[in-house]
Nanobody, 119 residues
Framework: QVQLVESGGGLVQAGGSLRLACAAS????????MAWFRQAPGKEREFVAG????????NYADSLKGRFTISRDNAKNTVYLQMNSLKPEDTAVYYC????????????WGQGTQVTVSS
């Protein structure tokens, strides 16, 4: 079992930055593929970024490349999402998720953290 707890959300003006963190429990954290998703009001949940166990394989939603950066610290059981040049359309609840590398579905989810970008 893996438990995920996100933090770092809040209210920021357009053009600002936020850094989200996702703290994971469990000794197997370093083996999991970790990802960030987001869900805006009235929209479906969408993939933001994902990172493999070593950080050697990283994927981003095409629309977010260059503004968002995902990273992980396996010693701290934490994955991060650095968000720069934020836009009002980035407003959403951001979720951390984990899966084993061999399975594409995500069985483990955090409770989410709200990010609100004001214009």
């Amino acid at each position: 079992q893996v438990q995920l707890v996100e933090s770092g959300g809040g209210l920021v003006q357009a053009g600002g930055s936020l850094r989200l963190a996702c703290a994971a429990s469990g000794r197997a954290f370093s083996t999991y593929y970790m990802a960030w998703f987001r869900q805006a009001p009235g929209k479906e949940r969408e993939f933001v970024a994902g990172i493999n166990w070593s950080g050697g394989s990283i994927n981003y939603a095409d629309s977010l490349k260059g503004r968002f950066t995902i990273s992980r610290d396996n010693a701290k059981n934490t994955v991060y999402l650095q968000m720069n040049s934020l836009k009002p359309e980035d407003t959403a609840v951001y979720y951390c998720a984990a899966r084993v590398p061999s399975i594409l579905s995500y069985p483990y989810w955090g409770q989410g953290t709200q990010v609100t970008v004001s214009s």
